[in-house]
């Protein structure tokens, strides 16, 4: 069972390009996120979805684009690359929280570390 | 700032050693998570907590939220090397929120 899984690992970016970060997962959960780890800073949110064709901003979705046509795959578009946004990105999928199920937990990708220079 | 701290931010310790890291706010919360990180991985759950006053146990693990809700605890008993990690705690404030991260506490078990 593969989880969550996010590609490339590493990448570097020049100031101005575009690329996408991908995720899937085979858990067939609805919920899927996207944070940023910076250092000393924790993880961060930038954008979730709550199931396929919905998406909504999190605390920081300046400089990204997200989109979910499918329950597996939420990437995440990076479209002028700016130096701010040199980070670690983490994809997490979690199941749907029903009341009385309390919150379901994250299930976490292993990141994409982005250098943009 | 940060809705939750943590502290320390960095600990090193000997093995066998115990010790308590700390997830503290000014906010109530329904819920929060402890997770660990270990270099190059993402984040894995360790425990969700509910209730005021509830503690869990998780191996060498204890885990305690305040009565209040406003903060929490992890306490570890004769630490491993194998401890080291970042440990994350997480809240969220109403059923159906997501969670809010806190910086983490990055814990150095040395032989």
């Known amino acids: 069972n593969a989880g969550v899984t996010q590609t490339p690992k590493f990448r570097i970016l020049k100031i101005g390009q575009s690329m996408t970060l991908q995720c899937t997962q085979d858990?067939?959960?609805?919920?899927m996120y996207w944070y940023r780890q910076d250092p000393g800073m924790g993880l961060k949110l930038i954008y979730y979805?709550?199931?396929?064709?919905?998406?909504d901003k999190g605390e920081v979705p300046n400089g990204y684009n997200v989109s979910r046509s499918t329950t597996e795959d939420f990437p995440l578009r990076l479209e002028l690359a700016a130096p701010s946004q040199t980070s670690v990105y983490f994809c997490?999928?979690?199941?749907?929280?029903?009341?009385?199920?309390?919150?379901?937990?994250?299930?976490f990708g292993d990141g994409t570390r982005l250098s943009i220079l | 700032t940060q809705l939750l701290e943590q502290s320390p931010q960095f600990l090193s310790i000997q093995e066998g050693e115990n010790l308590t890291v700390y997830c503290n706010s000014s906010?109530?919360?329904?819920?929060l998570q402890w997770y660990r990180q270990e270099p190059g991985e993402g984040p894995v759950l360790l425990v969700t907590?509910?209730?005021?006053?509830e503690v869990k146990k998780l191996k060498r693990l204890t885990f305690q939220f305040g009565d209040a809700r406003k903060d929490s605890s992890l306490h570890i008993t004769a630490a491993q090397t194998g401890d080291t990690g970042l440990y994350l705690c997480?809240?969220?404030?109403?059923?159906?929120?997501?969670?809010?991260f806190g910086p983490g506490t990055r814990l150095s078990v040395l032989p």
């Open positions: 997490a999928s979690s199941y749907y929280r029903s009341l009385g199920q309390g919150h379901q937990p994250q299930h």
């Open positions: 858990m067939n959960h609805n919920y």
């Open positions: 979805s709550v199931g396929a064709g919905i998406t």
């Open positions: 906010s109530v919360f329904s819920s």
């Open positions: 907590v509910v209730t005021g006053g």
């Open positions: 997480a809240g969220a404030r109403d059923y159906g929120q997501n969670f809010v």
